[in-house]
């Protein structure tokens, strides 16, 4: 009980010595409470927490860029693109600012950005990226159009993960991949933009036979509350019935 009521009177001493943080609860208790009422109002909560984290990030881009995590979450991604082939046609959902996606592009692949429409207008920035403004539930993208789908650090934040994954497979050529990174377990919770959390054996679950693991990466040491996975999957062709 004395335990409970210290951590209690240190995170009052903490809202009240940092009065940003105290707004943001306040608006996320008052004008966002409603959201997990449904989708609309999920991604509008989405917005505002995509586009205060960019604020912040913009306030300290060369600080972010040299984070551990952001630098490992680079080279693993990079790592397992690389031996896919060149000249890929790169579809990156919640790409933000578009930083993986400029790498890759550096790597001589063709990289599109699709995000929210207060988030994909960071990625214009970067000459070498389309970024379209859309929703990772219902790309705005042909079938059958894209060697790799990266998804990195968004799939915990849809309303319908299942519908991302659909999407996903539709996107993509027949001996295409899906890159995903996500919060390992259910500690990816603690963040409360998050709606799910995942694991592999979950993942392996939910994407059933459409996908086959190819190669897991576990980042730890990084500077993040939670271990990270990042999974490379191929594109499997599902017989039909």
Known sequence: MLK??????????????????LKHLFIRETRYRHRHYSKQRWIEWQKYNSSRISAALRDHAAEALMLPFNVARKQ???GMVSP????LNVLDVGGGDG???????????????VDLPTVST??????CLLAVAGDA????????SFDVVLASEIVEHLWNPHSFFDEAYRVLKADGHLIMSTPAGIEGLRYDSHKHYFTVEILKQLLGARFTVIEV???????????TLIILFRKSV???T
């Open 84 to 87: 896919l082939g060149n000249s």
């Open 99 to 113: 930083v993986i996606g400029e790498r890759l592009w550096k790597m001589g692949n063709s990289v599109t950005t």
């Open 217 to 227: 990466k576990r980042l730890t040491d990084v500077g993040t509350p939670t271990p």
């Open 76 to 78: 693993t991604i990079s």
């Open 122 to 127: 960071h990625a214009h920035r970067s000459r």
């Open 238 to 240: 599902v017989p039909k």
């Open 4 to 21: 409970m009521l210290k951590s209690q009177v240190q995170g009052f001493t903490y809202l009240l010595s940092n009065p940003s943080q």
């Open 137 to 144: 539930e219902k790309l705005p993208f042909s079938s059958n």
